[in-house]
Structures are given as C-alpha cells and as structure tokens.
C-alpha cells in the first residue's frame, strides 16, 4: 500500500530524491520560519501595545514584495536557481541572528525590528519566486500538482509545532532564543539544496538573452482568467490573509492571554491548514479561477464567524475551520497560476503572483491594525472577512464567462506571435 502510495498515488512525489530532501529540509527551515513570525508580533506588542505597530511590521516586511518578486522572477528565468537560494536564505539566517542578539542583550528598539523585518522581506521577495518555479524543477511535469499538495502539508505541519515551540521558548526565555532558532534553521535548508543531484533536476533552460517583465504583462493582459486570478489573490492577501495579526490582537486585546496562548492559536490554525493540505493530496480537482472565487467567499465566511467568538476557547475551535479554507484557497489559487502558464514564462508569472499576494499585505496589515486601534479588534477582524467577500464577489460579476484557461497556454498562441 505504501509503495503504490509513492508510485501513483498521493505521495507520489516522493519518488523524486531531490524532492525528499527538501521536503525533509524544509520541514526545519518552516518551524524556524513560525516561530520567528510568532515572536515578532510579540516581540512589536512588548515594544509598543500597539496593533498598528504590529500593522506597520508586517506591511514593511511585505512591501518589497511589490516591486522585488517580479525581479526576482526575471531571475528564475535566467541564472542558476541554487546558488540564489542558497544566497537568500544565508541573508535571511544572518538577519534573524542579528534580531535575536539584540533582543537577549536587551538593546532592541522597535527600528530595529522596522529595519529587519524590511531587509528580511527584501531577501524573501527575491527568493520566492525563485523557490516556487525551482521546486517544480525536483519533480516530473505530471507530479508538480501533487509536489504542490505535500509542500503544503510539509508547510502546515512545521505550522503546528513552530508556534507553540516559540510560545514556550518566550514564555521561558523571552523572544531571543525565538530568532535564534530561525536562523539555525536555513543551515537544514542550506544543506539539502548543497546534496542534490544537479542532474535530477529538470531544468528548463535558463535563457541566455534577457528576460522582460513586459511579456509577462502582456501575457496576462491577455488572459481574463489570470488577470481575474490575480485580483482575487490582491482581495485575501489585503484582507484574509493575516491570521497572525488577527490571532494577536483577539488573543491579547480581547481574551488577554499570553505569548503560549497566542502560539496556541497559530497551530490551531495549523491543524486546519494541515487537514486541508492532506485533502488536496487525495483530491486534486482541476484547478481554476472560478474554484478560487468561491474559496476565497467561503474564507471571509469564516473570518466574519471568528470575530464572533465569544471566549478564548470558541475562538480556538472555529480557528482550523479558517486554517483548512485557507489552505485550500491558497492552493488552488497557486496551482491555477503554475499550471495554468507556458512554463518558458513561469518565473515571471510567479513573481508577479507573489508581489501581488504579498503586496496586498503592505496595504491590509496597517489598516487592520488601525480599525483595531480605533474600533476594536471584533470589528477590525469582521471587516477583513467582509472585504474578502465584497471584493471576490466583484471579480466574478467582472470578469463572469471568461474565467476558464485557453487550451493552448504557449507564449506565442496567447500573445499571437
């Protein structure tokens, strides 16, 4: 059953051994990521008492994703996706020490954290669309669906314990050891990317001329669905996309818990997005903008009931709900982009797909934090659900009869060259 399991079935990606190694690898890398975002809100929350100031972290590391992805994306395109990886994700480990030595030798201020969180989205900006179109290089075309589904599961489990893990670790030694346990885990991810087989990796070959952003507007300006795609994916990065600023400011504003309380609330969330990730393993519907559409609905749905929790315990158990709905959204938003593309253009496409997912945090995270700060942290978390809806709705009454993918997905049938 196993073995027909990794050969055609759910874990069939497994067959690849470079994909084993970074699933493996990354599983580290994701914990140090979790606990690290589990700190910073507290970390921002002892510094200020202030959900805008936790707005303004979260949107500063966010917006170099606006103009940064996209580059970052002509890159995939062009060099060796390896040596960048490698690259950003030693930036990334020197970055989260740095914060950590601070924070335990008690100089920490808030433009501290302002100023990393800044040079950290620099160097994530860079890197993840690079990492996107890399990894479905460590599988065969016909697996990069299911790689999707296990990168997620592989996500969403490291989720679950990271959060608690940095809970613990603030509650027993404040938010260092947090950030220090970050930058520890790039060295698993590091050396993963250092025992691949080169030759394992399907590469498409990088382009020798130079690569242009403009094609890639122009090829989705000429695709309705993908430009709908990108809409949908601007409305919940902007307003559903935040359940750590939405799990911190009703843990510690409205139920007023603790750092262990508030990492509690992240795997919450987790068990949700690790259900749903193990389901888009076994049931890999055809991806489309239109199944996007209604997840996306459905999320804001569950947004809107959260905020109505009435204690700690309710809020934790309707959670998973939000957790599975938005791992399912962010799939099959993720897989429509990847496969839904030429794949001479991929890179690209996934860089403006992350700047426009990322981006909309720059402008949400701050507005949230400021309706929390002037209305109350209910009403701030109801209104993201709310927008989720309105602004999802509007994309499918736009764009309603043109949401299906061409059949033929080359650069030259879609842009008649």
């Avoid at 030798?105 to 890197?127: D, K």
Wanted: proline fraction near 3%.
């Amino acid at each position: 059953m196993v073995n027909e399991s990794i050969s055609s079935g759910s874990l069939r990606s497994f067959r690849h051994k470079n994909f084993r190694l970074w699933f493996f690898a990354s599983f580290f890398g994701n914990m140090g990521t979790w606990a690290q975002r589990i700190a910073q809100y507290w970390l921002v929350l002892e510094l200020t008492d202030d959900a805008f100031q936790l707005g303004i972290v979260a949107g500063l590391q966010s917006f170099p994703f606006i103009f940064l992805s996209s580059f970052g994306g002509k890159l995939a395109d062009r060099f060796s996706m390896r040596k960048m990886i490698v690259i950003a994700n030693l930036s990334a480990s020197l970055l989260a020490a740095i914060l950590g030595t601070l924070v335990i030798s008690g100089n920490v201020q808030i433009w501290h954290v302002y100023i990393i969180a800044t040079l950290l989205g620099i160097s994530s900006a860079i890197e993840s669309p690079i990492t996107q179109s890399f990894l479905t290089q460590l599988v065969s075309p016909e697996d990069i669906s299911n790689s999707i589904s296990l990168r997620s599961v592989n996500f969403n489990t490291a989720r679950l314990f990271g959060p608690v893990v940095s809970g613990f670790m603030i509650n027993a030694f404040g938010t260092g050891p947090s950030f220090l346990f970050n930058s520890l885990s790039f060295v698993f991810v590091i050396s993963a990317l250092a025992l691949m087989k080169k030759e394992d990796i399907s590469e498409v070959n990088p382009l020798k001329e130079k690569v242009y952003i403009k094609e890639a507007i122009e090829y989705i300006k000429a695709r309705p669905d993908l430009k709908a795609l990108l809409l949908v994916v601007f409305f919940f990065g902007t307003f559903a996309a935040l359940p750590e600023l939405f799990s911190a400011t009703m843990a510690t504003k409205v139920f007023d818990k603790n750092a262990l309380d508030f990492g509690i609330l992240g795997s919450c969330i987790a068990v949700g997005s690790m259900s749903g990730s193990i389901l888009a393993t076994k049931f890999e519907w055809k991806p489309s903008t239109r199944s996007v559409i209604l997840c996306t609905c459905w999320w804001g749905l569950a947004i809107i009931i959260s905020s109505l929790a009435p204690t700690y315990y309710w809020y934790a158990l309707i959670l998973p709900v939000y957790g599975a709905i938005m791992l399912i959204t962010g799939i099959s938003a993720l897989r429509t982009a990847q496969l839904g593309i030429d794949a001479a253009i991929r890179g690209r496409i996934m860089g403006i797909y992350i700047s426009v997912s990322m981006g909309g945090v720059v402008f949400g995270a701050p507005l949230i934090g400021w309706v929390t700060e002037f209305f109350g942290p209910r009403e701030a978390v109801a209104s993201g659900g709310v927008m989720t809806i309105i602004g999802s709705t509007f994309v499918y009454f736009r764009y309603r009869g043109r949401l299906e993918a061409p059949e033929d997905l080359s650069i030259g049938a879609t842009l008649g060259k």
